[in-house]
């Protein structure tokens, strides 16, 4: 397998996607945005906004770049920004003072806010570019695809079964998930910064 997919790369690209965008934190967001709605719809909800994060995350990574550039953005600008941002969201799920927000009946919450920002937010989106960057092989570039693939099928799974999921973990076990992950989350956000400034001052921002 190791000639067709680069096995450490794949992990180190899942184990990190899947800490920033958080499957098992989605839940309690994912429950609170489609509360009052049929179960279809909540079905429906799931695989909307996995597909919208999905198609958010590929476009970066193909993209990304141009984008940037055409933006006159460097890529550490992007970096830093995104983790002062994720430094944010990891202090408020430390602390517990997360808010999360309320439906409109009448609004798509598969598209805007769960598809993006909730998924993909600036910290995948910055992590999906710079596994993208140092992709020197074939193994290298199934290992990134099948990671990011992964990861949005273990968002489908979290939020498409998100009541049975809460039932098993109830909200204490939701509490203390919540807090782990602000921990990464906050480690990560950490070094995304700090790889920035080392950017910056090596000429590359």
Known sequence: ??????????????????????????????????????????????????????????????????????????????????????????????????????????ANVALVPLGTPLLAGPGAIVATMLFVEGIDSGPELSAVAVGIVGVHVALWAAMRYSLPILKVIRDGGVMLVTRIAGLLLSAIAVQLVADAVRAFIAGEG
């Not at 920004?81 to 994720?86: E, K, N, Q, S």
Request: with cysteine; aromatic share 10%; proline share 5%.
């Open 1 to 106: 397998m190791s000639s067709v997919v680069d096995g450490v790369l794949l992990v180190e690209v899942f184990v990190t996607l899947f800490v920033i965008m958080d499957p098992v934190g989605t839940v309690p967001i994912f429950l609170t945005l489609t509360s009052g709605r049929s179960p279809a719809t909540s079905r429906r909800y799931a695989w909307q906004a996995v597909a919208v994060s999905f198609l958010v995350i590929t476009a970066f990574a193909f993209f990304g770049q141009q984008i940037l550039s055409y933006l006159h953005i460097s890529l550490p600008a992007l970096q830093c920004a995104g983790g002062l941002l994720l430094l944010l969201v990891a202090l408020e799920l430390l602390t517990g003072n997360e808010q999360e927000p309320k439906a409109n009946q009448d």
